[in-house]
């Protein structure tokens, strides 16, 4: 069964602690705005990696491509 944008949020928020979190997509292909206080001081790549790592296995099993937008609580709250 295809992972739902539901599925992925609960992954992502159950291994990482955000304030927000917004998931779409068709079950292979996702995109996500996701708001951590653990993303500060850090470079894309560094967030996109905790992403991951609260993913764990899933990326490489069930979910087929994620996009994201990792954001501070400041960097969101600025563009909002």
Do not use: W
């Amino acid at each position: 069964m295809l992972p739902t944008p539901e599925d992925i949020r609960g992954y992502i928020a159950n291994g990482l602690e955000c304030e927000h979190i917004e998931v779409t997509g068709d079950g292979a292909h996702f995109e996500a705005i996701i708001v951590s206080p653990h993303f500060e001081g850090k470079r894309p790549i560094a967030r996109h990696q905790l992403v991951y790592k609260a993913l764990g296995d899933r990326m490489r099993e069930e979910i087929h491509a994620l996009s994201m937008r990792t954001l501070t609580p400041e960097e969101y709250k600025a563009q909002n």
